[in-house]
């Protein structure tokens, strides 16, 4: 697998379904009571983060997605901490309704607002640079999304198109990621790491499987 300098390939993988994968996480994870169990999917552009997040949420009823670009949109690249922790986290975890308006959104004339409704039992946290040491006391436990640079640039590019406006934007990005991801390492905080590129055969269906291994942060719960 072709990764960035600094990040470390996982081994062991294994292919589990998805509802294994959440029973890892529950294991790995303190007894959460009376609020959301936030879930923290992390990794790199392309390698799968949204797609992982929304199979997980189609597996567990009454979660819901909160994509940190929406946090970050028109804001900063990975300079959005303190305003996801204040405005969605924080709320979280007084299981309150999440109701939040960015101040780009309002700036810019985007509709909507990020929402999360009372009495939601997890909520999956996804976008490049959520495991982080700021935010580690809001996070219950954590996905790293491990992929192989190759395919991840082939989906970006089939995603975002090539033009020199985006190419720009995409070195504008790693000039930011890699040193950020060097210095947080998510993939050694995470309790599971997920493999996101690899094509499983055709024996398995990718909308109910994954293939994943234990991470550091999960390494001493029990199978």
Same mark, same amino acid.
Request: hydrophobic letters at 45%; charged letters at 25%; a negative charge.
């Given at each position: 697998?072709?990764?960035?300098?600094?990040?470390?390939?996982?081994?062991?993988?294994?292919?589990?379904?998805?509802?294994?994968?959440?029973?890892?996480?529950?294991?790995?994870?303190?007894?959460?009571?009376?609020?959301?169990?936030?879930?923290?999917?992390?990794?790199?552009?392309?390698?799968?983060?949204?797609?992982?997040?929304?199979?997980?949420?189609?597996?567990?009823?009454?979660?819901?997605?909160?994509?940190?670009?929406?946090?970050?949109?028109?804001?900063?690249?990975?300079?959005?901490?303190?305003?996801?922790?204040?405005?969605?986290? @924080? +709320?979280?975890?007084? /299981? #309150?309704? =999440?109701?939040?308006?960015?101040? $780009?959104?309002?700036?810019?004339?985007? %509709?909507? &607002?990020?929402?999360?409704?009372?009495?939601?039992?997890?909520?999956?946290?996804?976008?490049?640079?959520?495991?982080?040491?700021?935010?580690?006391?809001?996070?219950?436990?954590?996905?790293?999304?491990?992929?192989?640079?190759?395919?991840?640039?082939?989906?970006?590019?089939?995603?975002?198109?090539?033009?020199?406006?985006?190419?720009?934007?995409?070195?504008?990005?790693?000039?930011?990621?890699?040193?950020?991801?060097?210095?947080? @390492? +998510?993939?050694?905080? /995470? #309790?599971? =790491?997920?493999?996101?590129?690899? $094509?499983?055969?055709?024996?398995?269906? %990718?909308? &109910?499987?994954?293939?994943?291994?234990?991470?550091?942060?999960?390494?001493?719960?029990?199978?």
């Amino acid at each position: 697998m072709l990764l960035h300098p600094g990040e470390s390939e996982a081994s062991g993988w294994q292919v589990a379904k998805l509802d294994d994968v959440v029973g890892r996480l529950f294991e790995a994870s303190p007894a959460v009571d009376g609020r959301p169990r936030v879930v923290a999917i992390d990794g790199r552009g392309g390698a799968g983060k949204s797609m992982l997040a929304e199979r997980l949420r189609e597996r567990v009823p009454g979660s819901v997605i909160v994509h940190t670009d929406d946090v970050a949109w028109h804001h900063a690249m990975f300079d959005w901490g303190p305003v996801l922790a204040e405005n969605v986290l @924080r +709320p979280l975890h007084r /299981a #309150a309704e =999440v109701e939040f308006r960015p101040t $780009a959104w309002i700036v810019r004339g985007r %509709p909507g &607002v990020i929402h999360v409704p009372a009495g939601a039992d997890v909520v999956w946290v996804e976008g490049t640079g959520i495991i982080r040491q700021e935010l580690a006391t809001w996070i219950d436990v954590g996905i790293y999304v491990q992929g192989d640079l190759a395919e991840q640039e082939r989906r970006l590019v089939a995603r975002d198109g090539n033009s020199p406006a985006m190419r720009r934007h995409k070195a504008a990005w790693l000039e930011e990621e890699l040193p950020f991801m060097v210095r947080e @390492r +998510p993939w050694e905080h /995470a #309790a599971l =790491v997920v493999d996101g590129t690899a $094509a499983l055969d055709d024996s398995h269906d %990718p909308a &109910v499987v994954v293939a994943y291994t234990l991470g550091a942060a999960g390494s001493d719960h029990p199978r």
